[in-house]
């Protein structure tokens, strides 16, 4: 990845970003809301409930009851570290690990939310970000986007780092022409003070948790480097928006989720 580094969000006007799950905002975007927030407005519109990470204990029905809720105050404290009001945070509430049964719903409340608040920029997970309901997201908001959304369309990652590719980082393998990254020691301090809020994933939340859900080595990764966000051209879909690698990349999307699910297994720990 070669593309410049900005210093500044470079983005004009106010910015939609879309989340599937409580965090994802933070880890995709955490610097550009950052440096977003300090000269227009960012909404944020969460997707999913949130409830099944971290995998609640089995035979404590309250804790699974009761994270939604608590995932909801976390993004709302983490987002007020980025400069975000909470008057401009959504929660769809939708079910968590099941947001491929909901498109359609997310269609349609990502078009009007970006209406609504005259967005000129979208920003959705990676269109191969490897989990389930990050995929829906992006789909969700590619059909909006078909559907006459004015809203220009990027595109943030989460799952950045994959051992199935032979550089190790998936933002290798995008366009750079397409590419923008944003930097700045300031943003990423403040993207870790966001982190940071959401407890119930950065600490061993639960009795019997082996690890957290973040951990402390992926936040520091996370923060150091730029973040990376790709235009997404309706010219381009699919694979196409891949420099190299248009095939195995979409494989390897699928395969490095279900080892990592099989590793779990083995390590006696719960899977979702």
């Known amino acids: 990845m070669n593309a410049a580094v900005a210093a500044a969000s470079p983005f004009k006007g106010d910015i939609l970003v879309c989340a599937p799950h409580m965090d994802d905002d933070a880890l995709g975007c955490g610097m550009l809301i950052a440096l977003h927030a300090t000269h227009g407005r960012v909404h944020v519109l969460f997707a999913s409930d949130g409830a099944l990470s971290p995998a609640p204990p089995r035979g404590e029905p309250r ?16 987002l007020a570290v980025l400069g975000v009001s909470s008057a401009n945070v959504g929660f769809m509430g939708l079910p968590d ?68 590719l032979a550089t190790g980082d998936v933002r290798d393998y995008v366009r750079v022409d397409d590419s923008v990254r944003v930097y700045t020691a300031e943003s990423a301090r403040l993207k870790r003070a966001a982190l940071d809020r959401h407890r119930s ?21 996370a923060c150091a480097e730029p973040e990376t966000f790709l235009r997404h051209r309706r010219e381009l879909g699919g694979r196409r928006a891949l420099a190299r690698s248009q095939y195995w990349v979409p494989i390897a999307c699928k395969l490095e989720p279900a080892l990592k699910r099989l590793k779990d297994r083995l390590a006696g720990e719960r899977v979702q």
């Open 63 to 78: 804790a699974s009851r009761d994270l939604p809720k608590i995932r909801e105050a976390e993004a709302l404290a983490g």
């Open 97 to 164: 690990g099941s947001l491929a049964h909901h498109e359609g719903e997310i269609e349609r409340e990502i078009r009007e939310r970006a209406r609504a608040v005259q967005a000129g920029t979208v920003l959705v997970p990676f269109r191969y970000d490897r989990h389930p309901d990050h995929m829906a997201v992006n789909r969700a908001a590619t059909a909006a986007r078909r559907d006459g959304m004015a809203a220009e369309l990027f595109e943030y990652f989460v799952y950045t780092k994959w051992r199935m």
């Open 201 to 221: 994933q950065t600490t061993l939340y639960f009795r019997g948790q082996r690890r957290p859900i973040l951990t402390g080595l992926l936040l520091d990764e």
